[in-house]
């Protein structure tokens, strides 16, 4: 009988939402829904598992990690991507790693959530409606009319821009790579340039996979370039943005204010900045967390485990 252990199972809703009884009488399954981040307690809570299955990168997996499990066999991720766990270490372990397919269309519409919460102020006026507060305190901004500038343009990008227009906002894009023929297909305009981007944009919103090239793409010099009543929303990776940048253009008003579903550290602590700023709606990284995107991760996660107890692994990753 192998042990499979799923980490991070933050709703208690894995077993849930996936026929893991298709694992019986080979996989014993169990859920760890605290997050541990202390190493040495995490490795002797993954001691006995040969198959581990992982929320993107809730747990990362670097070798110093790895080395420390010898039992485990596979490693199972939700998506397809998953820049903390080494995989060169894994493959020289002989561990094999796969992924499950994921939406984009969830991180979309909780893009459009944070804009929208952004806009019409909504956690203040719900702070004063619930505690007895002033009966409208604040004005909202207008979203149709308005200029949406997007930081990449892929998957997400394209259906957010998709959603822009539908508000009746200018929409406008920016990557390294992007095309006007692209932009032209996606129903945008192209920006002539980076800096064009944030000196233009009333919402910024980001959509960039992290990579070397792209982290910190947003510092100090966009922030500034951006406008006093601008927003920018980050639903991607907090990597993409300088943080201390950031944390100074909200408490000094380079920016109205930001949007966030991503730091980075996660559980965000209990003394971050970022949880008590006025002008920051945020978010426990939501942005892939809905019940039709998690039964897609955990069924495809079973299926990984069949197959790969059957000698094909599947969606193999590295």
């Not at 009966?135 to 959603?163: E, N, P």
């Not at 500034?224 to 408490?251: C, F, H, I, K």
């Not at 978010?283 to 995107?293: F, I, K």
Request: hydrophobic content about 45%; glycine content about 8%.
């Amino acid at each position: 009988m192998q042990n499979c252990l799923i980490l991070d199972d933050y709703q208690n809703a894995a077993l849930g939402l996936a026929e893991w009884t298709r694992l019986a009488g080979r996989v014993a399954v169990g859920t760890v829904t605290e997050h541990i981040p202390d190493r040495d307690a995490l490795v002797a809570r993954l001691t006995d598992a040969e198959i581990l299955v992982i929320m993107r990168e809730r747990t990362p997996f670097p070798a110093a990690l790895l080395e420390r499990l010898p039992r485990l066999k596979l490693l199972v991720t939700s998506g397809m991507r998953n820049a903390s766990i080494d995989l060169a270490a894994a493959r020289a372990r002989g561990i094999t790693v796969c992924g499950t397919d994921s939406s984009p269309t969830p991180p979309t519409e909780l893009t459009w959530a944070l804009i929208l919460g952004l806009a019409r102020h909504l956690p203040l006026e719900v702070a004063n409606l619930r505690g007895g507060g002033p009966w409208q305190s604040t004005i909202g901004a207008d979203l149709s009319g308005a200029t949406l500038g997007i930081l990449g343009l892929g998957k997400i990008g394209a259906r957010v821009a998709q959603a822009g227009r539908a508000f009746g906002m200018n929409v406008v894009a920016w990557s390294q790579n992007l095309t006007a023929g692209q932009a032209e297909e996606a129903g945008v305009a192209l920006a002539p340039s980076k800096d064009a981007l944030f000196e233009a944009a009333d919402f910024l919103t980001l959509h960039l996979v992290l990579s070397d090239r792209s982290r910190s793409i947003v510092g100090e010099d966009e922030l500034r370039r951006m406008r006093p009543s601008a927003y920018l929303v980050n639903t991607s990776r907090a990597g993409l943005v300088d943080q201390s940048a950031l944390l100074r253009a909200l408490e000094e008003g380079w920016i109205a204010g930001a949007g966030l579903d991503v730091f980075e550290t996660e559980p965000l602590p209990a003394d971050s900045p970022f949880r008590r700023l006025p002008n920051v709606l945020a978010l426990p990284h939501l942005g892939y967390v809905s019940r039709a995107n998690y039964t897609r991760f955990f069924t495809q996660a079973v299926e990984d485990i069949e197959a790969w107890l059957a000698g094909a692994p599947v969606r193999l990753l590295g």
